[in-house]
Structures are given as structure tokens and as C-alpha cells.
């Protein structure tokens, strides 16, 4: 079974600082897809970045970017000049290809201070 | 659109009652799914359905019952309900199971059970 872990349970920065949040995977498939999710207060779930295995490229969706290591089972998430907007839960997620479900981290708790 | 529609947004139940969560969704969406989001965790799988008159079990079916028997509907049964069960639950929907297409989400409702 694949496993997701957040290592991080809470980060705080300052507004238009850089943060880093860590997650790791543990699976034997060749082929899925890792995502980060992010919950604001509202609850709603929001996609922020997809990365899929088979593409070396690290995925990118303007201040948000992603450290793809794939040998190393890493996907961390870079938010670059991070905004109070930016205060939410992170979940990192793994869905294997076919298998018609996402398997989440723990998450991360990100305040961004003014 | 209105994307995903859950209802009711709150409920508080008593040990031992049933209820349905009712989700909705206005995309022409194939797959459907019913996670829960404990306090402080990540999201759970409870069932998810490939279509009309279709559901399989997820991660934790314990307690609950689905039924898809439209392609926009995915009501959640909860019998006899526990407080293990007290949980914010998502429906979510996507066009295929594969990790190519985005889950979009509804709000999420908050069930208490005391």
C-alpha cells in the first residue's frame, strides 16, 4: 500500500518570504501522480500542482514550484514570495496510475505572517 | 456551474441515528467519491463509484452505505451512527479515475455525532 508522509506539521514565515514543505512517498509502482492540495480556512479543497512520474521536468504553476525526486520518493512544494492568501493547510497526495484514488499526507500547516 | 454540491453543510447527530449526506455534481463527471477528513489528518476514502450503478469500497467503508444510480448523484448512508464517526466529510468528482484529470471538490460537511 502507498503511504504519504508531511513531516512538517506546522511552518511559519513571513509575507514574501520563500517556504519549503517536505513530502515524502513509499510505493513499488513506476507510473502515478503527486499532487498538493490546499485548505484554506473555508475547508475547500484546492488543486495547487500536479507532477506526473513519468516527466523529469519539475512542475510549475506560477509562485508555486516542485522538487521532483523521483529515486528519492521526494515532492517537495516552493512557494516563492508567499502572501497572506497563502495561509492554508497543504496536503501532499499520491494517486497511482489506475487506481481511481488519491492517498493523503497528514499535511502541513502553513501561516504566512505579515 | 455549480460544480460540487454537498448537503447539508452542518449535522449533529445522536449515537445511533442514520443520515445521508447528499452530493451533487453538474460536470458530466464519470467518477465520483466520498472521503472523510479527520481532525488534524489527511483525507480518508470511504467509496467511490466509476458510474452509474457502480461503487466499490475504499479505505474505510466501515459504516456507511453509497448508491449511484444517476450519474450526477452520490448520496452517503451513515446506519446507526457512532461518534468515531464525527468527521468532516468531502464528495468529490472527476472526469476519469486516471491521475491526469483534476478532482474538483465540494465544501465538505461537518457531521457530529454525540
Known amino acids: 500500500a502507498q503511504t504519504v508522509t508531511q513531516s512538517q506539521p506546522e511552518m511559519s514565515v513571513q509575507e514574501a518570504e520563500t517556504v519549503t514543505l517536505s513530502c515524502t512517498y513509499d510505493?513499488?509502482?513506476?507510473?502515478?501522480?503527486l499532487f498538493w492540495y490546499k485548505q484554506p480556512p473555508s475547508r475547500q479543497m484546492i488543486l495547487v500542482i500536479r507532477?506526473?512520474?513519468?516527466?523529469?521536468q519539475n512542475a510549475t504553476e506560477n509562485r508555486f514550484s516542485v522538487n521532483f525526486q523521483k529515486a528519492a520518493k521526494s515532492f517537495s512544494l516552493k512557494i516563492s514570495d508567499s502572501q497572506l492568501g497563502d495561509t492554508a493547510m497543504y496536503f501532499c497526495?499520491?494517486?497511482?496510475?489506475?487506481?481511481?484514488?488519491?492517498?493523503f499526507g497528514q499535511g502541513t500547516r502553513l501561516t504566512i505572517n505579515p | 456551474n455549480a460544480g460540487v454540491t454537498q448537503t447539508p453543510k452542518f449535522r449533529i447527530l445522536k449515537i445511533g441515528q442514520s443520515m445521508t449526506l447528499q452530493c451533487t455534481q453538474d460536470?458530466?463527471?464519470?467518477?465520483m467519491y466520498w472521503y472523510r477528513q479527520d481532525p488534524g489528518m489527511g483525507l480518508k476514502l470511504i467509496y467511490y463509484?466509476?458510474?452509474?450503478?457502480?461503487?466499490d469500497k475504499g479505505e474505510v467503508p466501515n459504516g456507511y452505505n453509497v448508491s449511484r444510480s444517476t450519474t450526477e448523484d452520490f448520496p452517503l448512508r451513515l446506519e446507526l451512527a457512532a461518534p468515531s464517526q464525527t468527521s468532516v466529510y468531502f464528495c468529490?468528482?472527476?472526469?476519469?479515475?486516471?491521475?491526469?484529470?483534476?478532482?474538483?471538490f465540494g465544501a465538505g460537511s461537518r457531521l457530529t455525532v454525540l
Open positions: 468529490a468528482s472527476s472526469m476519469t479515475g486516471s491521475g491526469a484529470n483534476v478532482l474538483t
Open positions: 510505493t513499488s509502482e513506476n507510473n502515478y501522480y
Open positions: 507532477q506526473e512520474a513519468y516527466k523529469q
Open positions: 497526495a499520491f494517486m497511482k496510475q489506475g487506481a481511481q484514488k488519491l492517498v
Open positions: 460536470m458530466n463527471h464519470n467518477y
Open positions: 463509484s466509476v458510474g452509474a450503478g457502480i461503487t
